[in-house]
């Protein structure tokens, strides 16, 4: 069991802000801006490039509800989704998620 199904199944606490049926939303525990959020799929895909096609909608379902977070965090001034993927990615939970950092001016390109 990942560290996010565990979160999931609330076997370890979490600061969540946004749950439905596919997906959690919660803070991360080391952010890097005033707002970071962690958006995670229930269903227990290791990374982006481990999707195939009949996981599209619910990667496209990951993104919409980055933007509605952003909009209940009041992100109005931008905010940046960022998506790991594998070591040279910065991936180190694998299990699928999607950061959303705002709050603060964020630097391009990233290190
Ligand atoms: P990655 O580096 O795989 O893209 O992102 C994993 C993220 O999970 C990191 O930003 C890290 O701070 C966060 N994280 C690691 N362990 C925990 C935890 O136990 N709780 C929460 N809320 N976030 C965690």
């Known amino acids: 069991m990942t560290l996010f199904e565990k979160i999931i199944a609330r076997q370890i606490p979490a600061d969540i802000v946004f749950e439905d049926d596919q997906c959690l939303a919660f803070r991360d525990i080391a952010p890097q801006a005033p707002v970071h959020i962690l958006i995670v799929p229930k269903k227990p895909l290791e990374r982006v490039g481990a999707a195939s096609q009949a996981d599209s909608t619910l990667l496209g379902h ?41 709050g603060r001016q964020l630097a391009w390109p990233p290190g």
């Open 62 to 102: 990951l993104l919409f509800l980055a933007a509605e977070i952003a909009r209940l965090e009041k992100l109005a001034d931008g905010y940046r989704i960022v998506i790991n993927n594998g070591s040279n990615g910065g991936e180190t939970v694998p299990h699928l998620h999607v950061h959303l950092l705002g």
